[in-house]
């Protein structure tokens, strides 16, 4: 090859490497550059020292680097946080609240957010992202003013209160113990809300507590001065048969293909699947009407005689030993096979369908988180979503799900937990118990 050959082809690989460092950077200023999303919640405007803000950061190709945080009021910022990240994560999400001893008083602040990646080129300011969220501060929790009338409640039973508030909230209720038991503001622009007492609460544990949070986090709450009144619950004990077992827990089986005999089928399902029911209950309250649904007293099914009662404590035994031991959280009616079930009151079907030990199984919402609960149907004539009239028959009575002959289980619920249906069949006890608060709201 002569000089002039040898020149023109270093010059053509100068070029090559040229263009390709060229195209490497473009492909870095690109990929390399992209700065990371950032998302901040709450959205509101309000915001105190309890409000839990969450932070969320998200890179396509480069690690995050590091964060800062900043806290800024008339003229003086504050650092809430820095971070810097091992392992160069893609995504982090940070939640944060704005440290107490900054002194901070009741008005506009604003935050300051900014995020960087590994970026080669941060020099030039790529790969950084930045927000700014204005908030005010509210540090005065809201004040709850009960309203007169709070009575007894019994164990297992059931309770209502009404109560203003002084500011909007982002929730509002009763708390007993480990159950919260949200409540629904009226026209009035009162909250009223019913409450349970836990059938296996000691009367001496029972304190319920009006609980309120508003927009900015504060917390306000108010002791509800309720006499518990105890009961004494029936003691039973039953034994399963072989008989019993072989026709019943066919139905699931499929759900439990690992347990090879039925009586192991019957202690997963009568703990387990009982205890996941449970669950379902609180999950299906949620589907609950902004208002009232239902008037005057819940409807008995008809000529129907008393088998097991609300709170029953059950020992259940096999061949002579005892396998399990469980409670009984409804009322028990039994009529002919198959007799017609008709709705307590008024209200919405919120469930229509199988539920574990339930059988077929209707869920009635009467609204404000009252709902009347049907179970081991033969037959549902209706289906979720249907509004029904008090005395419409909704199916006919049966052996499904745990029954061990035909008859309806009837329960109430406040928010998902069971409490005494035969309170609700007492026209005195309601207007005593529960109208004089709703009246309140009308």
């Not at 990371?36 to 405007?45: A, D, E, H, N, R």
């Not at 019943?248 to 192991?264: F, H, R, T």
Request: with cysteine; glycine share 10%; proline share 5%.
């Amino acid at each position: 090859m002569d000089k002039k050959g040898s020149g023109a082809f270093v010059r053509n690989v100068l070029l090559l490497l040229l263009l390709a460092a060229l195209g490497l950077g473009v492909y870095a200023f690109i990929r390399d550059g992209r700065p990371p999303v950032l998302g901040l919640s709450p959205q509101g405007s309000a915001a105190s020292y309890n409000t839990d803000f969450t932070l969320t950061l998200k890179t396509r190709d480069i690690g995050l680097k590091n964060l800062s945080i900043y806290a800024s009021q008339d003229g003086r910022s504050v650092e809430v946080l820095k971070r810097s990240f091992d392992g160069k994560p893609l995504e982090h999400t940070e939640i944060f609240r704005l440290p107490r001893d900054t002194a901070f008083k009741e008005g506009p602040i604003e935050l300051s957010i900014e995020a960087r990646t590994h970026s080669l080129l941060f020099f030039l300011g790529r790969g950084k992202a930045s927000l700014v969220r204005k908030y005010t501060l509210d540090f005065t929790p809201p004040h709850v003013t009960v309203n007169q009338g709070v009575h007894n409640v019994n164990q297992g039973g059931a309770g209502a209160v009404s109560f203003t508030v002084s500011k909007p909230v982002q929730r509002v209720g009763v708390a007993v113990g480990e159950y919260f038991f949200p409540a629904f503001q009226q026209k009035s622009g009162d909250y009223f809300c019913y409450f349970a007492m836990p059938y296996d609460m000691p009367p001496g544990s029972f304190k319920p507590r009006v609980m309120v949070r508003d927009l900015a986090g504060n917390e306000a709450t108010q002791t509800l001065y309720i006499y518990a009144i105890p009961k004494n619950f029936k003691f039973d004990k039953l034994n399963v048969s072989d008989e019993f077992l072989n026709d019943k827990m066919s139905q699931y089986s499929a759900q439990y293909p690992q347990e090879q005999s039925p009586l192991d089928i019957y202690k997963r399902v009568n703990s387990e699947l009982r205890k996941q029911n449970e669950v379902d209950l609180r999950r299906i309250a949620e589907d609950t009407s902004n208002s009232t649904l239902w008037s005057g007293p819940f409807l008995r099914l008809p000529n129907a005689a008393g088998r097991a009662g609300f709170g029953d404590q059950r020992d259940y035994f096999y061949n002579g030993m005892k396998i399990d031991h469980q409670t009984h959280l409804g009322v028990d009616l039994a009529s002919l096979a198959n007799a017609p079930v008709p709705a307590a009151n008024d209200g919405k079907v919120a469930f229509a369908g199988f539920l574990g030990i339930y059988g077929n199984c209707v869920i009635i919402d009467h609204g404000l988180g009252l709902q009347s609960l049907y179970s081991h149907l033969d037959s549902m004539d209706v289906a979720k979503g249907a509004e029904v009239k008090r005395g419409q028959f909704i199916g006919k009575t049966g052996t499904t799900g745990l029954a061990g002959g035909d008859h309806l289980h009837f329960g109430i619920l406040i928010s998902g937990v069971q409490v005494s249906p035969v309170e609700w069949w007492d026209e005195h006890w309601i207007q005593d118990n529960v109208l004089k608060h709703l009246n309140r709201q009308q």
